[in-house]
């Protein structure tokens, strides 16, 4: 039986409630959804995984609030139900100078702390960004209404100069490093 992974692009198109963060002319939702279908893509070739996206098509529209956007991303995968759930946004900050991958789990020492390492790894050894760690955020929505082993990952910073050329130029190799992550947490690589 496959592997069930939800790939939630965070944020909704531009223009919408729930867009994302903007930084060196970047919009978060783009580069979400970009990364989200190239690991869906990656995840769908191998028979031991089934992925599905929170945004199939770039102008797919979730929920009609904030609260409602990040409540059905959350029931999608629910219902499915999804055995694991990875939630793809892009940083900012008003420092420039802030940069690097975080990942965000609801709690330490959990199947989702130790998928979250291997994320992390998978993406500094591809794609070059910093390791900012794992960190706790309990109070993530979509960390804690969901059913199933859940991170969300922060894939760089767009108010980074560095990391803006990294996340415009190589998103396939971010969803690569998430991909290679996630076959060395099953022990497939």
């Known amino acids: 039986m496959a592997i069930k992974i939800f790939i939630d692009q965070g944020h909704n198109p531009t223009g919408f409630h729930n867009a994302g963060a903007v930084g060196n002319g970047l919009n978060e939702e783009n580069i979400t959804y970009h990364v989200g279908v190239y690991l869906a893509n990656l995840l769908n070739a191998d028979p031991r ?19 409602t956007s990040l409540a059905e991303r959350v029931r999608m995968a629910n ?5 694991y759930f990875i939630s793809i946004h892009c940083n900012a900050n008003e420092n420039p100078a802030i940069n690097g991958t975080e990942v965000y789990i609801y709690q330490f020492y959990s199947q ?20 900012n760690g794992i960190r706790l955020n309990p109070s993530l929505y979509v960390l804690r209404r969901t059913q199933m082993t859940s991170l969300l990952v922060e894939l760089g910073y767009l108010t980074n100069w560095s990391d803006a050329q990294k996340l415009r130029d190589n998103q396939y190799g971010f969803a690569y490093g ?8 099953f022990g497939f690589a």
């Not at 998430?178 to 947490?185: E, K, P, T, W």
């Open 49 to 67: 995984f089934e992925a599905r996206l929170s945004r199939p098509t770039p102008t797919t529209v979730l929920g009609t609030t904030n609260a």
């Open 79 to 83: 219902e499915w139900p999804a055995n």
């Open 178 to 185: 998430m991909f290679i992550g996630i076959m060395r947490y």
């Open 112 to 131: 989702a702390h130790w998928l979250g390492e291997q994320i992390m790894n998978g993406i500094v050894q591809t794609v070059g960004t910093r390791n």
